[in-house]
C-alpha cells in the first residue's frame, strides 16, 4: 500500500492543523494506522495509532487532549487533527499502517508501511 500525507504548514503556537494521509494500492481496512513525528535533530517518535474499524485509538502522553486520530475508510484515509499546537510540536509527520492482526502498536518498528511525511512548523 502506498501513503501519502498532507496537510503540513506554518501556524501559530495555539493554532490547528489537520493532516490526511490517503492510502492507495491496497485494501485499506486491514491495516491499522499511526502517526509519527521526527523533529530536527532528534529519534522518530510515536504520536497516535488508530485501529482498523476507528474505535479504538492510543496517544502519546504529550498529544492527549490535543491531538485527535480519525479515519474514513470510504475514503482511504487518515486525518490528524493538531490543536493548541506548540513549538515543540515541529517535526515532519509521517503516517504509517500496520497490518491489523498486530493489534494498536505504538513501535515504529512493528509499521510495514510508510508515507513521504509532511512537515509541521509551529512558531512561537
Known amino acids: 500500500v502506498q501513503l501519502q500525507a498532507s496537510g503540513g504548514g506554518l501556524v501559530q503556537a495555539g493554532g490547528s492543523l489537520r493532516l490526511s494521509c490517503a492510502a492507495s494500492?491496497?485494501?485499506?481496512?486491514?491495516?491499522?494506522m499511526g502517526w509519527f513525528r521526527q523533529a530536527p535533530g532528534k529519534e522518530r517518535e510515536f504520536v497516535a495509532t488508530?485501529?482498523?474499524?476507528?474505535?479504538?485509538?492510543v496517544y502519546e502522553d504529550s498529544a492527549k487532549g490535543r491531538f485527535t486520530i480519525s479515519r474514513d475508510n470510504a475514503k482511504n484515509t487518515v486525518y490528524l487533527q493538531m490543536d493548541s499546537l506548540k513549538p515543540e510540536d515541529t517535526a515532519i509527520y509521517y503516517c504509517?499502517?500496520?497490518?491489523?492482526?498486530?493489534?494498536?502498536?505504538?513501535?515504529?518498528?512493528?509499521?510495514?508501511?510508510w508515507g513521504r511525511g509532511t512537515l509541521v512548523t509551529v512558531s512561537s
Open positions: 488508530i485501529n482498523w474499524r476507528g474505535d479504538s485509538t
Open positions: 494500492g491496497g485494501t485499506f481496512g486491514i491495516y491499522n
Open positions: 504509517a499502517a500496520v497490518m491489523r492482526m498486530r493489534g494498536l502498536v505504538t513501535t515504529q518498528g512493528a509499521y510495514d508501511y
